[in-house]
């Protein structure tokens, strides 16, 4: 095993540089400009809206910390499915998956940013386990491996995440569910015991499990253009459905978004479709808030 697998499957998170070629990189930048200037123009409504921690982000505030769907064929930015299934993030992905190519199912592509007029934060939270759940369905919830792997890859300095390392495997301590059984955002998320900081330079990657307990803050004083995505191993069936069809993926089954991929990126789309079929049809929200 790598050194990369070995370290995300004891800490729950890893930090890989280099996952961005140089000329991919600032093609990246631009289009990032771009679909960002159209989120705050009002003229993207796929966003992440400040006040609204998870999914449905309704639209009651018009500042944003995110631009949902960023390979949306409407969009017309190429670098981002080209980024998406380049040949170093598959290669990152199947190692920390332990699966092959042909396993590799296409997901969420978002991007995280800085808004432009108020503090923002998301409480301590997992993505796939409700805050109130008690000590033994955390248990079961944590023992279930989900398939699938999560990454922020910055293009600015980044420091907006905040993780407890190792609590992808265990239910939290007393204290710990004190500070993260509701929605309220911590005053100092250093505060909550174990956290720490993450740290991303321009061009590192930083995968974590999404059920590792974590927050983030967002100021409008940090450019923030983080690529925020997620990739699925098929060999898990249903079991991502309700963790990636809550963010409204019907787009992507379009003609118009498989014309703009890849060969490679044709396939993982497949497996998508496929998932997308084999599963109940209902839609679910993994939290509240
Ligand atoms: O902004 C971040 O880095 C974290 C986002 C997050 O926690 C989430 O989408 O659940």
Redesign the pocket.
């Known amino acids: 095993m790598s050194n990369y697998k070995q370290k995300y499957d004891a800490d729950g998170f890893v930090i890989i540089p280099g996952l961005i070629k140089p000329e991919l990189f600032t093609e990246l930048e631009n289009a990032c400009a771009v679909v960002v200037a159209r989120t705050r123009a009002g003229d993207w409504p796929h966003r992440?809206v400040v006040g609204k921690?998870?999914p449905p982000y309704g639209d009651a505030d018009p500042d944003s910390?995110?631009v949902q769907h960023v390979m949306h064929p409407d969009l017309g930015q190429p670098a981002f499915a080209k980024y998406y299934t380049s040949p170093e993030m598959r290669a990152a992905a199947r190692e920390l998956l332990g699966c092959e190519d042909k396993h590799l199912q296409m997901e969420l592509f978002n991007l995280?940013i800085n808004p432009t007029s108020h503090e923002f934060a998301?409480s301590w939270?997992r993505?796939d386990v409700k805050a109130a759940a008690g000590e033994e369905e955390e248990r079961d919830a944590l023992s279930v491996w989900h398939y699938g792997v999560q990454w922020?890859a910055a293009l600015y300095e980044?420091s907006?995440?905040f993780v407890v390392p190792g609590s992808h495997r265990v239910p939290r301590t007393p204290v710990q569910r004190e500070q993260s059984n509701t929605t309220k955002v911590p005053e100092d998320p250093m505060a909550m015991s174990g956290a720490i900081q993450v740290s991303l330079k321009p061009g590192e990657t930083v995968f974590y499990n999404?059920n590792i307990l974590?927050?983030?803050t967002?100021s409008p004083k940090r450019k923030r253009a983080?690529l925020?995505a997620s990739m699925g191993d098929t060999r898990g069936g249903a079991t991502r459905a309700r963790n990636i069809l809550q963010h409204g993926l019907t787009w992507m089954q379009e003609v118009k978004f498989w014309g703009t991929l890849d060969d490679e990126g044709r396939k993982m789309l497949d497996r998508l479709a496929n998932m997308q079929n084999a599963s109940s049809g209902m839609l679910e929200y993994s939290l509240d808030g």
Request: proline share 0%; aromatic share 16%; hydrophobic share 30%.
């Open positions: 992440r921690q998870f910390w995110g995280l998301l939270h993505d922020n980044d907006s995440l999404n974590h927050c983030a967002y983080t925020h």
